[in-house]
């Protein structure tokens, strides 16, 4: 279930506390705590509690790491798209009997062929 519920077990009132597991659960989801499964949390607890944990961010913020992964992604020829549904995975067998993905199918009937 979600994280709101073991902050309800455990009756954990303060406004702070409630704005920080909120935060982190942001941090680990992308969506509050009450949106976010208790498991996940209670590990990140766990691992930002051990020995020698630090709680780090990419510098200029997670858009930075996102820039990042693009031009990376178009360096080697790839392109992001953003707002497209996949449809369809277009998969070919190989010379073993293996599928393979080829490339995609969006949902306006675009073809997108794999690199």
Known sequence: GPFTDVMKKYDMK???IHKWFDYLAFA????DASNTQ????????????????????PM??????IQAL?????????????????EQFLLEDDANGKSKCV????DDGTRIKAK
Do not use: C, I, T, W
């Open 70 to 86: 693009v031009k990376g992604m178009e360096k080697h020829g790839g392109e992001l798209r953003v707002n497209s549904r996949v």
């Open 38 to 57: 208790g498991a996940p949390v209670a590990y990140m607890m766990s691992d930002l509690h051990k020995a020698g944990a630090v709680l780090d961010y």
């Open 14 to 16: 303060d406004p702070f």
């Open 103 to 106: 490339g995609v199918l969006l």
């Open 60 to 65: 200029g913020g997670m858009d930075s790491l």
């Open 28 to 31: 680990l989801s992308g969506v």
